[in-house]
């Protein structure tokens, strides 16, 4: 395990660190996860050239710091963890995000653009939403009130997504889970979708069998490729990790 501090509080990221040639790769969790767990058999997989691999945790959730001055914002947790690559001496790196992480990460490469030389996100979100309470997840915890969630919201969260997603969810800082929600919701300006649109660097959006993004024909006419894993869900990297190996190990082979 590796950590920076990567905030005025003093608060550190950590990571874990697989060894391998340069240049990295960096792993970045979705709301409520952790890299870790998430990202290992992949990481390691034996389909996958051994590249020095950081399964990294933004702050507030899995083994980081939870600092409670922090906005958790998509754009504050974009510039900590560029603070974290940069004091990890990381550049160039090819990043692989997952859900809320891919908006993070989207940030990242618009912000630091040194930091990103190809960009892969996991069924992330593009788009600002409504936080209605219907819904599991991130616009669940958004309809609360920050204090209404810490106060006991968060178990009606606990019981609606399950024993799966809470094992690492539990792990998150209240605050910091909650407030990462609504900037979720609330999107960024321009949006993620917009920001991806404009990169200039090798990017891919990874979805579920079946289910296609939206606006998909406008990412593939911005040079987006716009591939599907079969028999996932959403979390496709545990549901097929097979497929979603062969699929990264074609990305990220060298060329263009």
């Known amino acids: 395990m590796h950590d920076a501090i990567v905030h005025s509080s003093g608060a550190r990221m950590r990571w874990v660190e ?31 050239p051994r ?19 922090f906005s958790y914002t998509l754009e504050a947790h974009a510039g900590t963890l560029a603070e974290g690559l940069r004091k990890a001496g990381v550049a160039g790196a090819s990043v692989i995000a997952h859900s809320m992480g891919g908006a993070v990460a989207t940030v990242l490469a618009a912000r630091h653009s040194e930091l990103v030389a190809r960009l892969v996100l996991v069924d992330a979100n593009l788009d600002p939403y409504p936080p209605a309470p219907v819904r599991p997840g991130g616009s669940g915890i958004a309809a609360f009130g920050e204090e209404e969630f810490v106060a006991g919201g968060w178990k009606e969260v606990r019981d609606r997504v399950g024993p799966h997603w809470w094992s690492t969810m539990r792990l998150a800082d209240l605050r910091g889970l909650h407030r990462t929600a609504v900037s979720l919701a609330r999107g960024t300006s321009p949006t993620v979708r917009e920001l991806l649109a404009g990169l200039p660097i090798p990017r891919a959006f990874l979805h579920p069998e ?19 894993i079969p028999e996932s869900g959403h979390n496709i990297m545990l549901d097929n990790p097979q497929a979603f190996a062969r699929t990264l190990a074609a990305l990220l082979s060298p060329g263009p």
């Open 18 to 48: 697989l060894p391998g040639e340069e240049p990295a790769r960096v792993y970045v969790h979705g709301l409520g996860a952790t890299s870790a767990p998430y990202y290992a058999e992949v990481a390691a997989h034996p389909l996958l």
């Open 51 to 69: 590249h020095r691999s950081l399964l990294i945790d933004l702050l507030g959730f899995g083994i980081s710091d939870r600092p409670r001055e």
């Open 210 to 228: 079946g289910d296609e993004p939206r606006g998909a024909a406008e990412l593939r006419e911005a040079g987006v490729r716009v591939l599907e």
